[in-house]
């Protein structure tokens, strides 16, 4: 099976790699097919240089030879390719020549099923790798040091291939990047990103992937250029350091203009509670489409605004990010596929991150295996995939996993199968379920043979709730809540009593409102935020962070179910410790 799939990885090896740069002038005979490889005709060339073979000898026959098999290999024909160079010399190549015979050596061995030879062949200094094989040379070399076993040194490898690479494909690799680095183990990824030397493009990867684990760096995260404006007054002690002028990229017309209206109205809020200086503020529509983002960012640009906060929308904030370089740094109010441009972020209340969030807190309660319930919603499912993978990363497996369907309202027989499925080894059950849901569910387990663990929710448990007298079947369970909603933020209002004098903060614009409040606080103080990952600001979502990768991370806080309502939790601050003493500036 091992020896299929090859091929089909071969094929990927060589995908994207069909043009090649200046080629080394060792052959004159070759100099049309030379260009005609350049020009990405590299059927032409390697008939070019087979035209040639018969007339020459010696060295001058090698290098023919091993420029077609290459042309060849750049074409797909893999048959042809090895056919020439099964007649090359090796003895009679060097430089670039004898690099692209290490190269195609390795290729194949990769095709056959022999990594470790291929890692041995390409194992060389990355300085001596020309350009016009580096692509191929750093994905051959993630391919073979990732069957071999070594997940790190791939991930370094693909590192280096990431710039070279069209911008479509740039998401993909980075996402393979931190797939390899989620299956490195603890000692083995300080040690890596420990060696890796200053400036390497895999640090950024790895200092995320300690961070996660609560591990320490090595050394600090380098700060954004984008970010440091020279132009903006030093830094306060606590890190305040506004943008001299800030647009707010928020849809004020159209159907999401309610949800523009209460993020606008927390940000507006936080930042006239603020007493030092503050940037003017200028407010741009974004409209509720891509095309009306991106023109509301160049106004933006074009007024001499040196921050953007914004744009509110998935496909927006994409369409913003796809633009490349950003000339001013942007806070995104969502999350992309694409990767964040240098020195700008992406910020979201995303259910990835209640995920993350449920696996640590049962870290910290030393669970190791649980039971899941969850329904088909897409909230749900998006915050199960990342707590899947976030507990795998911490040790912790998944015992078992049911499906709840909303309507109730008998759910023994799928306890009862759940259970039996874990073999009753649990220590812990996690909850994706709308209150209706979740009630019936918690009052049904005792009845099922369930014993007594702890149980954590996700922030869902609260729609369909507010009922105390119902929500009482919900006691003891603990969910991810924004800060602001169990305690009194320092600038803010009280959160229970203002949706009573603005409109824009009633139900879900409560929660809109507050994530507006810490937009702000991130533009006031992403500065110190960028410069280190481990320093925090305690918002209204949550203690903020900046992972290094173009997010901000809130810590949630937890509340717990008791007399059917939310109370915070008094053990749940997993914070780290502060660097600098400072509320409600950064720590």
Not at 237 to 257: F, M, N, Q
Not at 340 to 349: H, I, K, V
Not at 450 to 464: H, M, N
Not at 495 to 513: E, Q
Request: charged share 20%.
């Amino acid at each position: 099976m091992k020896r299929l799939l090859y091929p089909a990885l071969l094929a990927a090896l060589i995908a994207g790699c069909a043009s090649v740069g200046d080629v080394e002038q060792t052959a004159p005979q070759s100099f049309a097919a030379d260009r005609m490889l350049v020009q990405n005709h590299p059927r032409e060339a390697a008939r070019a240089y087979e035209a040639q073979v018969a007339s020459a000898d010696g060295r001058l026959r090698s290098v023919l030879l091993i420029r077609a098999a290459n042309a060849w290999q750049v074409a797909g024909d893999h048959v042809a390719a090895r056919r020439d160079f099964a007649q090359v010399d090796p003895k009679h190549l060097a430089g670039t020549d004898g690099l692209r015979f290490r190269l195609l050596r390795a290729e194949f061995a990769i095709a056959d099923g022999r990594p470790a030879q291929a890692v041995g062949d390409l194992h060389v200094n990355d300085a001596l790798i020309p350009a016009e094989l580096a692509p191929r040379w750093h994905r051959a070399h993630a391919l073979a040091l990732e069957a071999s076993g070594d997940r790190f040194g791939a991930a370094t490898a693909l590192a280096l291939l990431e710039p070279l690479e069209p911008r479509h494909q740039t998401a993909a690799t980075r996402q393979h990047i931190r797939k390899l680095l989620q299956g490195v183990d603890n000692g083995a990824l300080e040690r890596g990103a420990a060696a890796l030397p200053a400036g390497h493009p895999l640090y950024a990867d790895a200092a995320h992937a300690l961070l996660a684990r609560g591990l320490p760096l090595p050394r600090p995260l380098p700060a954004s250029a984008a970010m440091l404006n020279p132009n903006r007054p030093p830094a306060d002690d606590d890190g305040y350091r506004p943008p001299l002028k800030v647009a707010l990229l928020l849809p004020t017309t159209g159907s999401v203009a309610i949800a523009g209206a209460a993020v606008r109205d927390g940000f507006m809020t936080a930042y006239y509670a603020e007493q030092r200086r503050r940037p003017e503020i200028k407010v741009y529509d974004s409209s509720e489409s891509a095309g009306g983002a991106v023109d509301a960012y160049r106004k933006a640009v074009a007024d001499g605004c040196d921050y953007v906060v914004g744009p509110l929308g998935r496909d927006q904030v994409g369409a913003l990010f796809n633009q490349g370089s950003l000339p001013v740094p942007v806070l995104a109010l969502n999350r992309s596929d694409k990767p964040a441009p240098p020195g700008s972020e992406g910020f979201s209340l995303a259910p990835e991150d209640e995920g993350v969030a449920i696996a640590e807190r049962l870290r910290s309660k030393h669970a190791q295996r649980v039971i899941v319930f969850a329904s088909r919603d897409e909230t749900a499912t998006r915050a199960l995939a990342a707590f899947r993978d976030a507990f795998a990363q911490r040790g912790g497996s998944i015992a078992a996993e049911a499906t709840i369907a909303d309507n109730g309202p008998d759910y023994g027989p799928i306890l009862k199968d759940t259970l039996a499925k874990a073999g009753g080894q649990y220590d812990a059950i996690v909850i994706a379920l709308r209150a209706p849901a979740a009630r019936m569910l918690a009052a049904q387990l005792p009845d099922n043979g369930y014993k007594q663990v702890p149980r954590l929710a996700t922030s869902l448990i609260l729609s369909g709730g507010g009922n105390a007298r119902l929500d009482q079947e919900l006691d003891g369970i603990e969910y991810p809540e924004l800060a602001w909603l169990l305690h009194p933020v320092n600038g803010l209002p009280d959160a229970t009593s203002l949706g009573s004098k603005l409109p824009s903060a009633r139900g879900g614009g409560l929660r809109l409102f507050a994530f507006g409040a810490d937009a702000w606080r991130l533009a006031a103080y992403m500065d110190a935020l960028a410069s280190n990952p481990q320093t925090s600001v305690s918002g209204a979502t949550g203690d903020l962070h900046v992972d290094g990768l173009g997010n901000v991370i809130h810590d949630s806080a937890w509340a717990v179910f008791a007399g059917g309502r939310g109370r915070p939790v008094q053990d749940s601050a997993l914070q780290l410790e502060p660097s600098a003493p400072s509320a409600p500036g950064a720590h």
